[in-house]
């Protein structure tokens, strides 16, 4: 049995906490450690976590010390593009937020919420899946078979 569960919407302002804790743990570019958004951000996730829609999921692990908190967290959305060789139906896995609490890591927590998350995707026909990898992060999702993509990534900001 698996340390992971999926979460629900009553984890959902730990679930921007742990998020927050990622945030903070990025670059300095673009981050201001501002929470305000969480606010904001409440009512989507919420919602998203009651199940509304099947293209997203999280999973996480309860801290084993403090009740009512969690450990770690990830989430990822599948998403459809046009079919190609390799991936015949489009689905893409994407994993955008991987987060331990600082007092509860090197446990396996992340680990366990990765396998959920990738068996998550699976049972929905993901093609492939994509995350972004700190240094420190890329040894787990090596282990797990991920490879570093050589195709280049912009972004604009609306």
Known sequence: MSLARRALPEDAVEVLRLRQVMIDALPV??????????????????????????DFAAF?????????ALAALTVGTLEYRIG????????????????TD?????????RACMEE??????????GHVLLN????????????GFTRDPDPSMRLLM
Request: glycine share 12%; aromatic share 8%.
């Open 117 to 126: 998350l990738l068996a998550w995707f699976r049972a929905r026909g993901a």
């Open 84 to 99: 190609k060789a390799g991936n015949p139906h489009g689905r893409v896995g994407h994993v955008f937020s991987v987060a």
């Open 29 to 54: 570019t673009g981050r201001n450690g501002s929470t305000d958004w969480h606010a904001e951000s409440l009512p989507t996730l919420t919602a998203r976590l009651a199940g509304e829609g099947e």
């Open 133 to 144: 990898a700190s240094p420190e992060a890329e040894p787990l999702y090596a282990s797990l």
């Open 60 to 68: 996480v692990v309860d801290h084993p010390e403090r009740p009512g």
């Open 102 to 110: 600082p007092d509860a890591r090197r446990r396996g927590y992340a």
